[in-house]
C-alpha cells in the first residue's frame, strides 16, 4: 500500500520569501507523485507531477519539486511567495500500474503580506 | 485541454431527498471517472471508481446505495446521494482519467452539497 506524510498542516511564510511544503511519501513500488493546490472553494489544479524522469520536477507558477529516493521525499519549494499562492496543497501518490491516487492530509499555506 | 465540469457547483437539499450530481469530461473521453468527498479542512477521500459501462467499484466504507453512482458514457458520470441527511453535507469532487498511461486524473470544480 502506498501513502504520503506531509509534514505540516500550516505554513507560514512573508510574502517574497521562499516557501517549503514537505511531503514524504511510502509505496511498494515505483510512484508516481504529484503535488495540487486548492483555493477555496475550488477545484485541484495540478502543480507538477513526478512519473520517474527527471528527479527535479518544475511545475507551474514558479513552483518546483525534487524527488528523492533515498529520502523518500518530495519536498514542494518556490524561491519567492507571492499573496496568490495562499491556498491548500496535496501531495499525492500513484503506484504504476494503479489508477487511484492517495492523498496527504494538505498543507494550508499562509501568505503574510 | 482536459477540463472536467461539474453540476451543479453548489445545491441545498431536504433531509430524506435525494441529489443528482453531474461529472462530465468536455474535451476527451473517460474511461474511467472517480468520486471523492472532501469535508472541511480535510483531505479528499475517494469514494468510488466508475469504469463507462460496468458497475462502479466502492471503496471500504461508502454504502453503495446511498451513493448511487452511474457512468453511462464515457463523458458522463452521475452520483445520487440517496435520502440526504445532514451528515452527508460535503463537497463532492469528480475526476476523470483519459485513458492514457500516464493515468493521470483531471479534477472536476467540485459540488458543494447542503442538506438541512
Known amino acids: 500500500a502506498q501513502s504520503v506524510t506531509q509534514l505540516d498542516s500550516h505554513v507560514s511564510v512573508s510574502e517574497g520569501t521562499p516557501v517549503l511544503l514537505r511531503c514524504n511519501y511510502s509505496s511498494s513500488y515505483s510512484p508516481s507523485l504529484f503535488w495540487y493546490v486548492q483555493h477555496p472553494n475550488k477545484g485541484l489544479q495540478l502543480l507538477l507531477k513526478y512519473t520517474s524522469a527527471a528527479t527535479l520536477v518544475k511545475g507551474i507558477n514558479g513552483f518546483e519539486a525534487e524527488f528523492k529516493k533515498s529520502e523518500t521525499s518530495f519536498h514542494l519549494t518556490k524561491p519567492s511567495a507571492h499573496m496568490s499562492d495562499a491556498a491548500e496543497y496535496f501531495c499525492?501518490?500513484?503506484?504504476?500500474?494503479?489508477?487511484?491516487?492517495?492523498f496527504g492530509t494538505g498543507t494550508r499555506l499562509t501568505i503574510i503580506p | 485541454g482536459a477540463v472536467v465540469s461539474q453540476h451543479p457547483s453548489w445545491v441545498i437539499c431536504k433531509s430524506g431527498t435525494s441529489v443528482k450530481i453531474e461529472c462530465r469530461s468536455l474535451?476527451?473521453?473517460?474511461?474511467?471517472m472517480f468520486w471523492y468527498r472532501q469535508f472541511p479542512k480535510q483531505s479528499l477521500m475517494l469514494m468510488a471508481t466508475s469504469n463507462e459501462g460496468s458497475k462502479a467499484t466502492y471503496e471500504q466504507g461508502v454504502e453503495k446505495d446511498k451513493f448511487l453512482i452511474n457512468h453511462a458514457s464515457l463523458t458522463l458520470s452521475t452520483l445520487t446521494v440517496t435520502s440526504a441527511h445532514p451528515e452527508d453535507s460535503s463537497f463532492y469532487i469528480c475526476?476523470?482519467?483519459?485513458?492514457?498511461?500516464?493515468?493521470?486524473?483531471?479534477f472536476g470544480p467540485g459540488t458543494r452539497l447542503t442538506v438541512t
Open positions: 499525492v501518490v500513484r503506484v504504476f500500474g494503479n489508477e487511484k491516487l492517495t
Open positions: 475526476s476523470a482519467n483519459p485513458g492514457r498511461s500516464s493515468y493521470e486524473q483531471y
Open positions: 474535451d476527451f473521453q473517460a474511461t474511467t
